[in-house]
């Protein structure tokens, strides 16, 4: 449907962001700036995978009113 297809896009919009996101706050700790990866991981991080969980749950709802 349509909207599962909004969903899926949306989903994969998140997760294209999320992972160069990661990897910068991965490469601020190693690199001993670890207030700096807090902060990011506070600021970007989490509301990505708040947005991405809001997503995953209105596409479960999707599929259990579809019956599938």
């Given amino acids: 449907s349509d909207k ?3 969903a899926l896009a949306e989903i ?3 997760e294209s ?3 160069p996101l990661a990897l910068n706050i991965v490469g601020l700790a190693v690199g001993g700036q670890r207030d700096q990866a807090v ?3 506070n600021a970007e991080s989490r509301p990505l995978l708040s947005a991405l969980l809001r997503v995953d749950m209105a596409a479960v709802y999707l599929r259990l009113i579809r019956g599938s």
Avoid: A, D, N, P
């Fill in 12 to 14: 994969e919009k998140i």
């Fill in 17 to 19: 962001s999320y992972g």
């Fill in 4 to 6: 599962e297809r909004t």
């Fill in 39 to 41: 902060e990011k991981m």
